[in-house]
Structures are given as C-alpha cells and as structure tokens.
C-alpha cells in the first residue's frame, strides 16, 4: 500500500498556487530588475528596475511567466517572441519575460538568445507568487501569459498546460490584434 500511495505521488500535476489575479481587474504593479529596459523605455537607460507602471496610458503589455532561462521550450517561446517583436510593437504592445532567474542568468539568456525585449528576475518569487503562477513542486513559475491593456487592466490569462511555446507568440498577437485594437 505504502508503494501505491508514493508512485500516486510521483506522478501528481505540479501544483500552482491560488490564482491572484482576475481578468477584468487591474493587474499588480510589478517592480523588479530587469534586462534592457532601453528597448521598451529609451528614456530610462540607466535604470535598473522595470515597473509595469511605466506603461499605464501609453502602452499593453505581454507579461509572460516561463519556468527557466536556458531550457528548450522557454528557449523555443522567447525566440518567437523575438521574431515578432515588430509585430506586437506595430500594436502599440511591449512584451516582457519573468521568471525565477537571478539577473544575472536573465542577461545570459538574452545575450545568447539574442532577445530584444526585457526579462524580469524575480529569484525571491514575490512576483511570481503574487500572480499566483509559481509551482509550488518545482519552485519555478509555470509558463502562464498575462495580457494587460493601456490602462492597465488585465485582459487576458493563459494558464500553465495550454500554453505551447511555438505557437504561443502568434496566438497572444492574433488576441490583441483582435481585442485591443483597432486593426
């Protein structure tokens, strides 16, 4: 019985924590160090963190949790993110990666990616925790998007399980080209 009971625990889903966050409420102000904030606030070279406040009015953001820099599928999901960078810019739209990386593996990520957007460390989880995406198994966030619009407001949550990362980027450009445009 007891080799029952601990293979029914090996193979349980990893476990996320509550959900924080709703669509249709104003997502959290997020404040952490980042990657090349130049490429989303010229104005702000020499700054060493990114708020998501920084965007209310002007901008929606792309804030996507993925699990670790330097494995395949945040790799494979980065790159595309990269690729339409234009794409989402046209739509008034910054897109910006987080996940439980210190900052210095996130400037590693990038420079090897070549990813021209930011990436957040969030190594204390506080953010991750506060959007309720972290994997309590593992101790990573689990590969969730949230789409938030100019003023704010969250519009869009695809949660860990649907979301693959090839097809992902495009799938988040067709929901804003769609939703919060006028294209």
């Known amino acids: 019985m007891f080799t029952a009971i601990l293979s029914l625990a090996l193979y349980a889903p990893a ?5 924080k966050v709703e669509v249709g409420k104003p997502a959290p102000n997020v404040e952490l160090e980042a990657t090349q904030i130049e490429k989303v606030l010229p104005d702000k070279k020499d700054a060493k ?3 998501l406040e920084d965007f209310k009015g002007k901008k929606n953001v792309v804030l996507f949790f993925y699990p670790k820099a330097m494995t395949p599928g945040c790799t494979v999901e980065s790159c595309g993110f990269r690729d339409r960078i234009k794409k989402f810019d046209d739509l008034d739209t ?4 987080i996940s439980t990386d210190n900052l210095t593996n996130q400037r590693k990520f990038t420079e090897k990616e070549n990813l ?7 190594p204390e989880k ?10 309590t ?11 938030i619009d100019k003023a704010g407001v969250l519009r869009k949550i695809y949660r860990s399980g649907t979301v693959k990362p090839n097809k992902h980027p495009d799938e988040v450009l067709g929901f804003i080209k769609e939703n919060l445009t006028g294209k």
């Open 49 to 51: 963190t990114l708020a």
């Open 126 to 135: 506080k953010v991750t925790k506060e959007f309720g995406v972290l994997n």
């Open 116 to 122: 021209n957007f930011p990436l957040l460390a969030d």
């Open 94 to 97: 910054v897109v910006i990666g």
């Open 137 to 147: 198994d593992r101790g990573v966030a689990n590969r969730v998007t949230f789409v």
């Open 15 to 19: 476990v996320e924590e509550p959900a």
